[in-house]
């Protein structure tokens, strides 16, 4: 009888790419990271927490997830966001002689 050689194709999760893949552990506790990524967002890049500290900060009001599924849900987060702000397209026009360019 042949033995399976392990990392065979079948036997990989299919979710392990997901960036929501972790969203049954995130759950409940989604409203709150949501609000804590937004208010590090809205933060000037100094005074901005690592995810680190976000996931310490949900495990202080109790959250029993890994540190692996918040950073998932953090950077499907982002990425969200950055395609909802790139959607924005300003055309600049200006009267003959009313903005300089110098090069």
């Not at 049954?24 to 409203?31: F, K, M």
């Not at 949501?34 to 009001?61: C, H, M, Y």
């Amino acid at each position: 009888m042949a033995q399976r050689r392990p990392g065979r194709t079948g036997s990989r999760n299919p979710t392990a790419g997901d960036p929501y893949h972790a969203a049954g552990t995130i759950g409940a506790w989604r409203e709150q990271l949501d609000a804590a990524l937004a208010s590090n967002e809205a933060k000037p890049s100094r005074e901005r927490l690592t995810l680190i500290r976000v996931f310490e900060e949900l495990r202080g009001l109790g959250f029993t997830g890994g540190y692996d599924a918040v950073r998932r849900y953090a950077r499907g987060w982002g990425r969200e966001r950055a395609a909802a702000t790139s959607d924005a397209f300003v055309p600049l026009s200006f009267a003959p002689g009313e903005a300089y360019q110098f090069d």
